[in-house]
């Protein structure tokens, strides 16, 4: 099931708000566990198999971790957590990763593979990477390992977070799912939130991706710079509409349920440096990256040559997480030498530059980098940048950047304004007037949102289906 | 400082149960429909549950479908997002509909494929070669994006049909072109009505502009017959309407009737069925009003007339000859009416056993630049199959 999807919307979540009021405190994990078995298991059972075999190895390692950290077995210790982290990885390269490593392998040695494996579960770079998490932090002590399976098995499957994240460390989720209460203000705020995130991806990441389709749907050959910017800029901000709506949604529906999950994406558009970037895009992903490899390799405080490794370590790994492609790992690469740069060349230019131009200059850095993470191969990515420059194609502007621009410029210019505070410090401001006309007006908005991202939800049906038609 | 109590107030929950359960209810106390008018497809229905639909996930995929096809107030929904898109983000196009000024909605043509173009090209030749005798015409009418090309939104593609049926025209060898882009433009210029708004078929009003100027290309006289024109509809909605969602304007069909009429046998051979009239008046009861010519696409479609002319046609098209034909029925004996796309007879059998005088070759451009199924038709069959 999807978040967006009708079913879960109109039904499921209804259905799950209100057998959570009805359900005593002590069922509350057993009856969230039962809800994420039917989500996982909804579009395809194998799916729940998978997952639940998972939760068993990471259950029982978790357990033994815990048993051996505090009988002070140090080398075993590390022996079972090494082992648990390995198994965990191989699950993900397995399904992620190995036809992506044979076909290089074939390119370079000529012999030809042929594996057809099956589709990877739902949601398994954010489950993998939340058991590792959980192993990680049982071993160091900083939590403790959870002894009912039913609520670690909700630690791993809990259904807000299955699909796409955020990658909650367990030492942030462990001590909420042993206890937590519901204030009526989470869960109004849980609603906001949902609301919110569920239009940021369906009306606005939806639209914005039919603007990049179609900047797409334009040869390369006749492509102007115009056209490739337009493309840059809306698959930029679709990424960030869709991935932060979707988080929203997730971190909303974690909030109507007890959760306090932390905030996955700060208005990364207004970022002033791209460390600054980082520490707004994404955040649990970074955040997962510093807590078990960046540190555990010695961080920052080593010297600059190990720390220079440590880094392309945590950004190759980024990059190929995002996916098993060239383009990941130089889009990861791209990220990093700008981070250097930053880093170690840079600092004393940058701070005497205004933080409105740093922020633009961040902006325009990460677009470039998504017209690479979007590209489907190596090639494609650098002939689009060649066309970015205004070199080769159709020259700086043409009809056709012209037209997706008439068409194109309201979302645009809306999704800009949308990925800075801009709103949501106007609604703080109408809020804080604390008069029942605000809280009417704010009720309507988000009624209006809600029915908003039906309409886009309904009618993206049609044009699914369409085509059998005519 | 004292803090202000923090509102405990469950406004966006309350609203946000009662709108997803209001909702819920006004679907399941509607009954489920079967056929979206306004899509013009047929709606998922209640999904049939087995042990094996839920184990490989069918169940939950056609139950999202079922529910979203069986949403309370579906059409409703459909007209706020394409609002949204067109009026709140100015969105140009939907789903490969041009939304054009004057509520013309405009279908952007498909690529042509240039080898694919001289294969049938080769083949139209290769008929006029092996039937050197006969009459034989043909009209690619340029689509709407091409005729009413100042409509179109501002910067769109400018449309390279022009220079494609020059290029067909150039092409052909045996066979005549009849040039009607000039006269349709010059209508659409005036303001006359040659496409509809909703619909990607040209209207009777633009058939009989391009007939007139056919005429003398198909050797016939159209000044001998009178026409009086009928409305037969004023409330059109057509495929391009459902294909774009965008539901703001009714069409007119009009029917051109001889004003001196003459009996006619209709025959459709895949219905097995035989009519006294080109017109299907119950089509204008469903969503495919324009169905009301000719009953849609068929196969093979046979009229036979009184005219006592001596001539035979063969009219090989797509659906824009569906209403051309009202024109054609004074001036030939019989009309053989082939739609390749569903049409497994060859060219020469059907001449051969037809005594046929004359080939009309009529479709839209962007149907002749991409469908391939013209050249199997044409393909000349061995001897010994046609006899």
């Known amino acids: ?470 | 400082m004292r803090e202000r109590p923090k509102s405990a107030k469950l406004w966006v929950t309350c609203m946000f149960m009662c709108m997803v359960i209001c909702f819920d209810i006004i679907a399941l106390v509607t009954p489920d429909r079967e056929f979206s008018e306004n899509e013009n497809r047929m709606l998922a229905q209640k999904p049939t549950f087995s042990s094996k639909s839920l184990s490989d996930g069918s169940f939950g995929k056609d139950a999202e479908k079922y529910l979203s096809d069986q949403f309370a107030g579906r059409d409703v929904w459909s007209t706020l997002s394409f609002f949204t898109k067109n009026s709140v983000f100015k969105q140009r196009e939907m789903n490969g509909v041009y939304i054009g000024d004057d509520g013309y909605l405009m279908l952007i043509p498909s690529a042509c494929d240039p080898a694919s173009l001289d294969d049938k090209l080769a083949a139209v030749n290769a008929v006029a070669e092996r039937f050197g005798d006969l009459n034989q015409c043909m009209m690619i009418v340029p689509n709407a994006v091409t005729v009413l090309a100042d409509r179109l939104p501002q910067y769109a593609p400018v449309s390279e049909q022009p220079q494609q049926l020059e290029y067909i025209s150039d092409n052909l060898h045996g066979v005549k072109f009849c040039d009607v882009s000039g006269t349709l433009n010059d209508a659409a210029y005036k303001g006359e009505e040659i496409f509809y708004h909703t619909d990607h078929h040209w209207t009777s009003k633009g058939a009989y502009l391009a007939f007139c100027q056919a005429a003398p290309d198909l050797q016939i006289n159209p000044n001998n017959v009178r026409f009086v024109v009928y409305t037969a509809s004023e409330s059109f909605e057509g495929t391009l309407a459902s294909k774009s969602g965008c539901h703001s304007f009714k069409d007119k069909i009009e029917i051109y009737v001889p004003k001196k009429e003459i009996p006619i046998s209709v025959t459709y051979f895949d219905k097995d069925e035989m009519r006294g009239t080109l017109y299907e008046t119950g089509a204008l009861d469903t969503k495919d009003q324009y169905a009301l010519f000719l009953g849609g696409n068929h196969p093979t479609v046979t009229i036979r007339t009184t005219a006592e002319t001596g001539r035979s046609l063969l009219l090989i098209k797509d659906s824009y000859a569906n209403c051309f034909a009202q024109f054609l029925t004074p001036f030939y004996d019989q009309i053989i009416i082939i739609d390749p796309r569903y049409c497994y007879d060859s060219v020469d059998m059907v001449i051969r056993q037809n005594g046929i005088t004359d080939i009309l070759y009529l479709y839209n451009a962007d149907t002749f630049l991409t469908d391939a199924s013209l050249v199997d038709f044409l393909a000349m069959q061995p001897a010994q199959e046609n006899e």
């Open chain 1, 1 to 470: 099931m999807s978040l967006t999807s009708i079913s879960f919307v109109f039904i499921f979540l209804p259905a799950s708000v209100v057998l959570y009021r009805i359900v005593p405190g002590i069922g509350r994990n057993a009856l969230l566990l039962l809800l994420s078995v039917l989500f996982i298991s909804w579009g395809n059972p194998a799916d729940m198999v998978l997952i639940a075999l998972s939760i068993v190895f990471n259950y029982f390692t978790a357990l033994e971790l815990a048993h051996l950290r505090r009988s002070g077995g140090t080398l075993m210790k590390r022996l079972v957590l090494g082992s648990g982290i390995a198994a965990n990885l191989a699950l993900l390269v397995f399904f992620k990763y190995v036809v992506f490593l044979l076909n290089n392998i074939g390119a370079l040695t000529g012999i030809q593979f042929h594996l057809t494996l099956p589709q990877a579960p739902i949601g398994i770079s954010f489950f993998t990477f939340s058991a590792i998490s959980c192993l990680c932090d049982v071993a160091k002590g900083d939590e403790d390992a959870i002894l009912n399976p039913l609520d670690f098995a909700l630690y791993i499957a809990f259904f807000a977070k299955i699909t796409s994240g955020p990658i909650v460390k367990f030492r942030e989720m462990a001590g909420q799912i042993r206890q937590r209460s519901l204030s009526v203000q989470s869960l109004e705020e849980g609603f906001k939130l949902f609301i919110t995130g569920l239009a940021k991806k369906v009306i606005i990441a939806g639209s914005l991706g039919t603007v990049y389709n179609a900047v797409k749907a334009v040869p390369l050959g006749s492509m102007s710079a115009l056209t490739a910017w337009e493309g840059a800029l809306a698959c930029s901000l679709m990424l960030y509409f869709d991935f932060g709506g979707y988080s929203d949604m997730a971190i909303g529906l974690a909030r109507i349920f007890g959760f306090s999950f932390s905030k996955n994406f700060d208005y990364p558009y207004t970022s002033v440096s791209m460390t600054d970037f980082w520490r707004r895009w994404h955040i649990s992903l970074g955040s997962w990256f510093r807590d078990y490899v960046y540190i555990p390799l010695g961080g920052s405080r080593v010297s600059k040559k190990r720390n220079i490794f440590n880094l392309s370590v945590v950004w190759i790994l980024t990059g190929l997480w995002h996916g098993a492609n060239w383009t990941f790992v130089i889009w990861g690469l791209y990220h990093l030498g700008l981070l250097l740069l930053e880093k170690f060349v840079l600092r004393d230019i940058t701070a005497k530059i205004p933080s409105l131009i740093r922020s633009v200059i961040t902006f325009i850095l990460a677009v470039i980098g998504w017209t690479v993470f979007f590209a489907e191969d190596v090639a494609y990515a650098a002939l689009y940048l060649l066309r970015m420059a205004g070199i080769g194609g159709s020259g700086w502007s043409d009809r056709t950047g012209m037209y997706l621009l008439s068409g194109g410029w309201i979302l645009l210019a809306l999704a800009i304004a949308g990925s800075t505070p801009l709103f949501a410090s106007a609604a703080k401001k109408i809020s804080t007037l604390n008069k029942p006309a605000a809280e009417v007006i704010g009720t309507l908005f988000f009624a209006l949102l809600l029915l908003g991202s039906t309409a886009f939800m309904i009618s993206d049906t049609v044009s699914s289906f369409l085509y059998a038609q005519f």
